[in-house]
């Protein structure tokens, strides 16, 4: 038996799953057509044969996003901040795999409150309790947020400055892989 054209199309099929494994990756991002405050952008993902979706962002924009390397494996990074009317922020941050088994799995996933405003009377006055956090992200062997929360207080009377009532700095770290 003649095993020559078997071994030809094995040999085909080897490379083109490799060049599946190693195929270029792709970003579309498109825009709402509302352009709203609640409306979603999405972002298309491409690699080889596989192709998906992410939805997020604010104002009809799409999610932040990059390619990042976490101890020699590479995963897709989206992130993006959206507001609530009255005050208040949230950053949604997120890791994805981008290998062909679990192609766009989030593999992390973590929600900050970076702003919120509070408006209570004190003393008859009317007064704004203000959360404010500020996040500094570092990618290691892993994810680090290095978070500052400041509390304040400001009463609205004009020429009234805001009191600051605590400060506090901390680091949440997450292994990856």
């Given at each position: 038996?003649?095993?020559?054209p078997?071994l030809?199309?094995?040999?085909?099929?080897?490379f083109?799953?490799?060049a599946?494994?190693?195929s270029?990756?792709s970003f579309k991002?498109?825009?709402?057509?509302?352009?709203?405050?609640?409306?979603?952008?999405?972002?298309?993902?491409k690699k080889g044969?596989f192709s998906?979706?992410?939805?997020?962002?604010?104002?009809g924009?799409s999610v932040?996003?990059k390619?990042?390397k976490i101890k020699?494996?590479?995963?897709?990074?989206?992130?993006?901040?959206y507001?609530?009317?009255?005050g208040?922020a949230?950053?949604k941050y997120?890791i994805?795999?981008?290998?062909?088994?679990?192609?766009?799995?989030?593999v992390?996933e973590k929600?900050?409150?970076?702003?919120?405003?509070?408006?209570?009377?004190?003393?008859d006055?009317?007064?704004n309790?203000?959360f404010d956090r500020?996040?500094?992200?570092?990618?290691k062997?892993?994810?680090e947020?290095?978070i500052?929360?400041v509390?304040?207080?400001?009463p609205?009377?004009?020429?009234?400055?805001c009191?600051?009532l605590?400060?506090?700095?901390?680091?949440e770290?997450y292994?990856?892989?």
């Open positions: 038996m003649n095993y020559k078997l030809v199309i094995l040999i085909f099929g080897l083109y799953t490799n599946q494994q190693k270029e990756i991002e498109v825009k709402h057509k509302y352009g709203c405050r609640n409306c979603y952008g999405s972002l298309v993902v044969s998906d979706t992410i939805y997020g962002g604010q104002w924009n932040n996003y390619l990042i020699d494996k590479e995963y897709l990074n989206t992130y993006y901040r507001g609530y009317p009255g208040h949230v950053l997120k994805h795999s981008i290998e062909e088994q679990n192609f766009l799995e989030p992390f929600s900050f409150e970076l702003y919120r405003e509070t408006h209570r009377d004190y003393n006055v009317p007064t309790y203000i500020t996040i500094n992200i570092k990618i062997n892993g994810i947020f290095d500052k929360l509390v304040s207080y400001c609205e009377v004009e020429d009234e400055p009191d600051q605590f400060e506090e700095s901390y680091i770290f292994k990856i892989n």
